[in-house]
Structures are given as structure tokens and as C-alpha cells.
């Protein structure tokens, strides 16, 4: 077949050889471009994670701003709690209070220093205190309680509670304390 032929055929046929060479143009790009289309899918890969990223935050910061002043709130009171080591006297009037408010005899207060490498890892800290009171049953349990459900946060390390020798009541009692107070240092 010469080329005058071809021609011939393509103008009795126009369709059919428009459609022939089109198939072959296609399969031609179809096989240059076929090393990009995993480079293609990866980028849509890509671009479709980021696009669902950016729909969950835009859904989940719907109420951000009441949240934030609700976590701030939150942080105020945590803050309000919370002891300074630094303020000795304000902190040993708390014991004085609650002994005060429970009929007990406070017969040691002291705070210890913090430990070194607690100091410096992060801004809150419990500040160690030895505490030892005398009293009642009733009443020493009842230290215990609003020393507990305090004002400021309380850890108890160690407790050692034993009949007082030779105190005045038959109930009287010595209770001895490790505890910890959150704070600052």
C-alpha cells in the first residue's frame, strides 16, 4: 500500500481513520506517561490526607473558644490551690487552721526542703512536710479528712498513727505525717 492509497482510503473512510489514528496517539501517550502515574497517586495519596487533616480540625474546633476559656477557668482554680515554697509563714498557717478547726495539738510542722532534681524537671512540685499532731481519735481523723479535702493538693507519703503514751484521754492518739503539697518551687 503507497501512500496515494492510504490517502484515498482515509477520504472513503474518514471516521474509521480518525478514530485509528486517535487510538494510536493515545497509546503513544498512554506509554511515555506511565512511569508518572504512581507519582500521580502518591501525590493524590498525599493531598487527600491533608485534605481530611484539615476537615477534623476545622469539624473538632467548632467550639474551641469555649473550650479554651473553660480550660483557662480551670487552670485559674488549679493555680489558686496550689503552694509557693517560698511563702513559709502563708503555709504553715493552712496547719495552723486546721488545727484550729479540728481541736488537735500540732506537736511538729516542718517544711523540707524540695529534692534537687525535682526542682528543675518541671513548674509543679510537692513540697514535702513532716507533720506531727495529738488529739483525739475523732479529732485526728478529722485532720486527716480536711487535710485530704483540703484547699491544696495532699499526698500522704507516710502515715503513722499510735495510741499516745501516757496522754490524758484514753483515746488520745499521735499521728505522724510525710506529705507532699503541690506547689511551685
Do not use: W
Not at 474551641?64 to 515554697?85: D, F, H
Not at 509543679?124 to 506531727?132: F, H, K, S
Amino acid at each position: 500500500m503507497n501512500s496515494s492509497s492510504l490517502i484515498a482510503a482515509a477520504k472513503k473512510q474518514p471516521i474509521g481513520f480518525g478514530c485509528a489514528a486517535f487510538c494510536l496517539v493515545c497509546a503513544f501517550l498512554l506509554y511515555f506517561r506511565s512511569d508518572k502515574i504512581d507519582e500521580s497517586q502518591a501525590l493524590y495519596d498525599a493531598k487527600a490526607a491533608e485534605a481530611a487533616k484539615i476537615v477534623a480540625n476545622v469539624r473538632n474546633s467548632a467550639n474551641l473558644p469555649e473550650q479554651v476559656a473553660e480550660i483557662q477557668s480551670y487552670t485559674k482554680e488549679m493555680e489558686g490551690r496550689l503552694v509557693r515554697a517560698g511563702q513559709l509563714a502563708v503555709n504553715l498557717q493552712y496547719f495552723y487552721k486546721l488545727e484550729a478547726e479540728n481541736e488537735v495539738k500540732l506537736i511538729d510542722i516542718r517544711q523540707n526542703s524540695i529534692p534537687a532534681g525535682k526542682a528543675g524537671r518541671s513548674i509543679y512540685v510537692g513540697i514535702p512536710y513532716a507533720v506531727g499532731v495529738q488529739g483525739g481519735y475523732k479529732q485526728v481523723v478529722a485532720f486527716l479528712g480536711r487535710l485530704e479535702a483540703g484547699r491544696h493538693f495532699c499526698r500522704f507519703n507516710v502515715v503513722n498513727l499510735s495510741k499516745s503514751p501516757g496522754g490524758g484521754t484514753a483515746d488520745a492518739m499521735n499521728l505522724t505525717l510525710n506529705i507532699e503539697l503541690l506547689g511551685t518551687p
